[in-house]
């Protein structure tokens, strides 16, 4: 059965995140149905993760499999057609191996958490950045973050509606800088606790605004309590920046984004 790899853009402002859910539109819904709608087939539509309600998704990786074949390039084109009006984006379609897989081939996952620290309201980034009005030290939030950087207990970074085997995770990168007035928060691993990411930048706030300190973050990990947490970051700032693969030169974004030399 022909695979294919999709890599996905999209606003998650009207999702209710990326998998299906009985009560509400999802992504994983909407491309599923475009799909179906392309090629008369029901698929299941697997990511590299899953979003919450609300994150956005620059290079999300995905696959399908399809009983016959059809051009790659043609193929997204047709699934970004049947998408619209939602607010959803093929940027790339390519054929795989069967042996690759969007999610458990993915060996690292690259997230990026937006806030604006400014006093006006937001207009343009409304719903897609975390407005702060008091001052960020945006150096002290990254020397600060170092000390989650590596293997660690993050129960205290966890949702207690995680399904994650394990709170023990490796967290390879977690970088804050100032652009302007966007304090920009990156953060990579092999893989992320459900509000893992949206809990660190929380207490990463915090400690910007000097309302926590660097020993106060290293208290809440050490504690390995959710109830220590001192704030879950709103999920309007989240992005899914991308996804890494073996050989990512041969099967990566670059390669999926293209143009067609038919166009």
Known sequence: MPRFALTLEWDGAPF???????????????VEEAVEAVTGERVVVHAAGRTDTGVHARAMRAHFDLSRGFDPFRLGEAINALLKPKPIAVLGCVGVPDDWHARFSCVGRAYEYRIINRRAPLTLELGKAWRITRPLDADVMHQTAQALVGLHDFTTFRSVHCQSASPVKTLDRLDVRREGNAVLIAAAARSFLHHQVRSMVGCLALVGQGQWSHDDLVAAL??????????????DGLYFINAIYPGENEHGCEQADRIDPRS
Request: with cysteine; proline share 14%; hydrophobic share 25%.
């Open 16 to 30: 209710m995140g990326y998998q299906r859910q009985p009560h509400g539109p999802t992504v994983q819904q909407a």
């Open 222 to 235: 050490e504690a390995k309590n959710r109830c220590k947490l001192g704030l879950n970051a709103p999920p």
